[in-house]
């Protein structure tokens, strides 16, 4: 008797969980629309933006003579090295900072100096000093990647209400079970905000860097379709990178609510 009494609400949920889908993918295929409608009709130079199937087609092409796997895996061994990286240095290093008032008066100066200087501005530095090879790319990766996660981290850490501070001494708690039960917890949503923030300028980065100086990755990619006029593999190039970026936000909001259960539900 019970399971006919759960498919009502497991069939609204179904109809939910596809009307939202629907919902979120009108402005999506619109634009795939409009892009395939606009050169058909000369409403935009064809040459200059094929349609959309034709970039579809050049996007198989280049997945069937294995360009674009390994093009997309010497950009996501970049990408994701770099931003694992500033991960493991970003985090610690802004609790750090957020907690520890001297720690922060030390290294605010330096800080201040290098928040506001562009990764790329820096770029043919890394590229002098540490080469044309893989460590520049995953340096810049790094530097850029490093700044919001820091950013928000030490932010985090500075704006946990002071009534729990408070109320968790009020508990005699020491100060490590005091940074684990009640700095930590509270801190999380702000610093998956710089996650998020870094895991987009991870991949927008290591483009322009690998169209600078690099043999693979889909910034080569992209950089060498535009210099041999193949247009259509051009904007292959650019929509792959965008789907990586899609499916990495979407991971990290996955992530993010794993972390954040306590919390009201989280929209991507």
Known sequence: MSAP????????????????????????VALLLLWELAPRFDLVDPTFLPPFSEVLDAWYGLLQSGQLADNTLASLTRSLSGFGLAVVIGVPLGLL??????????????LELFRNTAALALLPVFVLILGIGETSKISIV?????WPILLNTISAVRGVDQTL???ARSLDLSAPRLFEKVI??????????GVRLAGAVSILVLVAAEMVGAKAGLGY?????????????????????????LVFNQLLVELERRFT????????
């Open 97 to 110: 900072i957020g907690w520890y008032r001297p720690v922060a008066n030390l290294l605010s100066p330096l």
């Open 221 to 245: 990619l992209i950089n060498a379709s535009q210099y041999n006029f193949a247009i259509p593999q051009m904007y292959a190039g650019i929509v792959t990178i965008s789907v990586i970026g």
């Open 165 to 167: 501070i408070r109320l």
């Open 184 to 193: 930590l917890p509270a801190s999380v949503p702000v610093i998956f905000t």
């Open 5 to 28: 009494a759960h498919r009502p609400g497991l069939l609204r949920r179904l109809v939910g969980l596809l009307l939202s889908g629907a919902t979120k993918s009108v402005a999506i």
């Open 261 to 268: 259960a306590w919390r009201a539900p989280l929209g991507s």
């Open 142 to 146: 790094l530097y850029a990647c490093l």
